[in-house]
């Protein structure tokens, strides 16, 4: 089992930045894909859409809406996952969840999520 534990979402302005964190425990090292998927308003856990991820050798992947605005990070000392976000706009609204994958088994896990709100 893998526990993933967000903090860091919260009310900014338009413009804006946001730090998100992604604290992962347990089975970590089974893990081999992490990133963060975000839930806009009114959709369904089945909308999530992937804002970033970052395998385990470092390569990243983005949203095309977030290329240029965020950056992925990893400390795996710290087994924690990071989201930069700059230049944030009202569309960037929602729930962030983590996610861990693991692309050998197919299990993948999530955690609670954080609101992210940006005013316009």
């Known amino acids: 089992q893998v526990q993933l534990v967000e903090s860091g979402g919260g009310l900014v302005q338009a413009g804006g930045s946001l730090r998100l964190s992604c604290a992962g425990s347990?089975?970590?090292?089974?893990?081999?894909?992490m990133g963060w998927y975000r839930q806009a308003p009114g959709n369904q856990r089945e909308q999530r859409e992937l804002?970033?991820?970052?395998?385990?050798?470092?390569?990243?992947e983005y949203a095309g809406s977030v290329k240029g605005r965020f950056t992925i990070s990893r400390d795996n000392a710290k087994n924690t996952v990071y989201l930069q976000m700059n230049s944030l706009n009202a569309e960037d609204t929602g729930v962030y969840y983590c996610?861990?994958?693991?692309?050998?088994?197919?299990?993948?896990?999530w955690g609670q999520g954080t609101q992210v709100t940006v005013s316009s």
């Open positions: 996610n861990a994958f693991n692309s050998y088994s197919g299990r993948t896990y």
């Open positions: 347990g089975s970590i090292s089974s893990i081999n894909v």
């Open positions: 804002v970033a991820r970052i395998i385990r050798g470092g390569s990243t």
